[in-house]
């Protein structure tokens, strides 16, 4: 039973980085209807430049508000330069731009960093293992769940509560009108697509203990990031944290009692869900 | 652009060969490889495969309008198709060709009610989630598939019952030429016929299409099976001239490279794609072997420009040489 | 008689919204029928749910007798019931007789066809060009939509219609965005359509209304005000009402 439990933690902890990697994918294909298949490369990215700053000697903990940022900017940066010109083009075209761009990240970390997997020191404060309620959990999971619990909670709060947030609805809803009156859409995409990349950073930071981090990072997970987008409807934070849980919590459970299976209940499950729904489980049609 | 491009050879009332200037470019320069590059049949011979293959992701993205991130699929599935009826004693090169565009025109059929439906973003996602679960099979059915190892344990019996494969390629390297230009023609016929037509009518206006009685899924199956045959033609061809069938030929990287290969060679333009196909192979070869990393780098530099400076592609550039010269 | 076209009761609803409530219609066979209605009654809704390219939340539609509720778009048309729109829904980078030469092969069923030359099918071209010829576009059959002046793009949207042989055409705003003097061209033509084919049409000029209509159905706020003749229309307090004394003007 204790046994279960600690799988399912393992599994929640994964959800939380698929959340972190994917609220960002989610939104802007909701918002911008941009379809951003280089979007693991700004987790991979975050993984790496969180690499880099431990090694030079950063505590990691104060590492990954630097990684937010930084990714962030990169992200507004690739915005400005390139992606905001693809917003009306085909799907085709988005693909193909965001596919180069993942390849170009991807074969730069490779002559970069080399093709060997990266290991990250964590402090020990994060690492071995907690006894909560006779229950031995490892300490870095529950940071994870934390982060990812507090990361929801904060988006929530920014989308529903703020002034950031009503403009952002304002504009998924009706881009013209919210145009007519007086808000800055450019602005605010190039703002939203920065949080994105930001937040797929920070998850790559926290990716690098629990799934490890090559130049393969950004197109490896890129299929599992998209499934939480179509199962939890583009531009939902609420779908697109039930959705990154679900995958997580099953993908654990799977992987521990029914190895045979592998991926085919993840992909199973996809093609499913979209039988069903289409637009994905909390979607609206994107 | 009119429906039907008048650039054909007519030869009689009604009938009309697809001579256009490019491709008679592109049928001679294939010929001619041949003779120039006697040491290289086996690269002539890939490079042969993966134009049949973007031929027929073209027949789907450039014709049908359907983007998908797993069309290797059907590759792979004809070459471990051909590859497990060799293995099981039916060496025939041509029924090995059959059943390799058999079984995947099978499996698009199947899967061809879930890919038609829904937007452009569920069928990026449907179809990739689809290779992986098919990548996941294969990797899995061990006893069948080779796993992790492949297959490379069969023969293929002489061409029709005549020419030996020789160890040099040249049965291959011919045998995949006549193959190409086969389905060259038999998809120069398709993107003409009342068809193809439709299929036109449905890229340029999918809403109308209904209104005129047009069973739009249907014709969006129908453009998926063909194109998952021939995709299985190419694959049966690549397990029978190169002796193998891995998990590679269906994995991501090949679904990926043949969005880019068809979009840079001109998405509906069959020679455009042909030709682009060709130079892709070409300069792959040439620059992966020097460095994979930089390959990729440069691949994905210039995907992110091409969607900016050359829309339309080598079959726009051509259109666009050949109006200049007939105004 | 059984009536060409017919409703019962339809109600179409989007979220808490009912564009469309409760609408009895009866088409007879060879009828001019319009439907008027302001800005907003839910015409083209109709219009939608009749020809099958949005589903009724309730109700009932009858094609020549035969429930067609539940048939799709494509299978209407090939049961008679053709639609133009407000909106050309053209095929922009196509010429003007490749158009309507597609329209034709789709009602033959041949686009089924991929192993045979398109162009070895003669009659379906012969019969395009006559679908041309009907809306005097034969002159400009080579030419590309996308360089076409509107007024002629209005008129090849009837002649699409016309090359699925309709036994009833709904026209959604035949004349929309085209000036006076083009819209009398399109009605003309209109008004030529054999008197075999019953024709619905949706229309603001108060003035073609009752020039071609025989009967007029008002629509507001999605329910049916009343249906008659021109002259009971003309006459009718409420309708007065609804368009504000300004009979004649653009409602």
């Known amino acids: 039973m204790s046994n279960v439990i ?92 965001s596919i180069g761009l993942a390849l170009a990240l991807g074969a730069l970390a490779n002559l970069v960093f080399g093709p060997q997997q ?67 859409v450019e602005r605010l995409f190039a703002v939203t697509f920065g949080l994105g990349a930001g937040l797929a950073g920070l998850g790559g930071a926290l990716s690098v203990e629990m799934l490890g981090l090559d130049p393969a990072f950004a197109l490896k997970y890129l299929t599992i990031l998209l499934m939480v987008v179509a199962i939890g409807g583009a531009g939902s934070i609420a779908g697109s944290l039930q959705a ?43 | 652009m009119t429906l039907l491009k008048d650039s054909g050879l007519a030869v009689g009332p009604g009938m009309r060969l697809p001579i256009s200037g ?86 698009a059929l199947v899967l061809s009610p879930i890919v038609v439906r829904g937007n452009d973003f569920t069928r990026l996602l449907v179809t990739l989630g689809v290779a992986s679960l098919v990548y996941e099979a294969a990797n899995r059915l061990r006893d069948l598939t080779g796993g992790a190892d492949g297959l490379s344990d069969f023969e293929v019996a002489p061409l029709l019952g005549l020419f030996a494969f020789d160890f040099e390629g040249r049965t291959g390297f011919i045998y995949a030429l006549a193959t190409f230009f086969l389905v060259y023609l038999a998809l120069w016929r398709v993107t003409n016929s009342p068809f193809g037509m439709a299929l036109r009518g449905i890229r340029e206006n999918a809403r109308r299409m209904p209104a005129i009685g047009s069973p739009v899924a249907r014709h969006l199956a129908v453009a998926y099976l063909l194109s998952g045959a021939v995709a299985g033609i190419a694959g049966a061809l690549l397990a029978q001239t190169s002796r193998f069938a891995s998990l590679d030929m269906l994995g991501f990287e090949r679904s990926a490279e043949i969005v880019m290969v068809v979009t840079l060679g001109g998405n509906g333009h069959l020679a455009g794609v042909g030709i682009g196909a060709a130079a892709f192979g070409v300069v792959k070869d040439a620059l992966s072997t020097v460095s994979p990393r930089y390959w990729q780098l440069g691949l994905g530099i210039v995907l992110m420009a091409s969607v900016f400076l050359a829309r339309g592609g080598i079959g726009g550039i051509i259109e666009r040489l050949s109006r200049r010269r007939q105004p | 008689m059984t009536a060409a076209l017919a409703t019962s009761d339809l109600s179409i609803r989007f979220g808490a919204f009912e564009a469309v409530r409760q609408v009895s219609l009866a088409i007879r066979p060879g009828a001019r ?53 407000q909106i050309n829904q053209l095929f922009a980078n196509l010429s003007v007789l490749d158009n309507v030469w597609l ?7 041949r686009t089924g066809i991929f192993w ?52 009833v055409l709904v026209l959604d705003e035949p004349a929309a965005g085209v000036p006076a003097a083009d819209s ?34 008002v629509l507001v706020a999605g329910q049916v005000l009343t249906e008659g003749t021109p002259a009971d229309i003309a006459a009718n307090p409420q309708v007065r009402e609804v368009y504000l004394g300004r009979r004649g003007a653009h409602a």
């Open chain 2, 22 to 107: 490019a491709t008679t470019l592109l049928f001679a320069a294939l010929i001619a490889s041949g003779f120039l590059f006697p040491n290289h049949f086996a690269l002539a011979t890939q490079i042969l495969v993966l134009m049949i293959f973007a031929l027929s992701y073209d027949l789907l993205q450039g014709h049908a309008g359907i983007v998908s991130l797993g069309h290797a699929v059907f590759l792979g599935l004809g070459a471990y198709s051909s590859a497990i009826l060799a293995r099981a004693g039916l060496t025939d090169p041509l029924l090995g060709l059959a059943v390799g565009a058999a079984v995947p025109a099978l499996i």
């Open chain 3, 116 to 167: 045979r030359s398109a162009r070895a099918d003669r009659a379906a071209l012969d019969e395009a060009r006559a679908c041309l010829e009907f809306v005097h576009l034969l002159p400009l059959a080579d030419q590309l939509v996308a360089t076409l002046p509107y007024g002629s793009r209005r008129l090849l949207e009837i002649a699409l219609a016309m090359a699925a042989r309709p036994s």
């Open chain 3, 103 to 109: 329209a034709v092969l789709e009602r033959n069923r």
């Open chain 1, 118 to 184: 990266q290991a990250i020191q964590i402090p020990s404060l994060l690492s071995g293992r907690v006894t909560v309620l006779g229950l031995e959990i490892a300490r870095y999971r529950l940071f994870l769940i934390g982060m990812g619990a507090a990361t929801a909670i904060t988006l929530v709060c920014l989308f529903e509560y703020t002034l950031f947030g009503a403009r952002i609805r304002a504009a998924v809803d009706n881009r013209r009108a919210a145009e007519g009156i007086g808000i800055q």
């Open chain 1, 6 to 97: 600690a799988i399912i933690m393992d599994g929640v902890a994964y959800g939380m980085l698929l959340f972190l990697s994917a609220v960002g994918l989610s939104v802007t294909l909701g918002l911008m209807r941009f379809i951003n298949l280089a979007h693991g490369a700004f987790a991979m990215g975050g993984g790496y430049l969180a690499v880099v700053l431990v090694d030079a000697g950063l505590p990691f903990l104060l590492s990954l508000p630097i990684v937010f940022l930084a990714i962030g900017a990169a992200g507004i940066a690739i915005e400005r330069a390139g992606i905001r010109h693809l917003y009306r083009r085909t799907a085709l075209e988005q693909v193909l731009f």
């Open chain 3, 33 to 85: 029928h319009a439907l008027i209605g302001p800005n907003g009654a839910g015409k083209t809704t109709l219009v939608n749910a009749l020809t099958g390219s949005l589903k009724p939340t309730a109700g009932r539609i009858m094609l020549a007798g035969e429930d067609a509720t539940h048939l799709s778009e494509a299978q209407r048309v090939h049961k008679g019931l053709v639609r133009t729109f």
């Open chain 1, 244 to 286: 990154a849980l679900v995958l997580g919590t099953v993908d654990a459970l799977f992987k521990y009692f029914l190895p045979e299976a592998g991926g085919f209940v993840i992909f199973g499950l996809l093609v499913a869900v979209l039988l069903v729904r289409p637009s994905g489980l909390r979607g609206r049609a994107a």
């Open chain 3, 184 to 217: 009398e061209a399109i009605f003309e033509r209109i008004h030529a359509l054999p008197d075999s084919l019953t024709l619905v049409f949706i229309e603001h000029d108060m003035r073609l209304v009752f020039r071609f209509a025989e009967r007029i159905t």
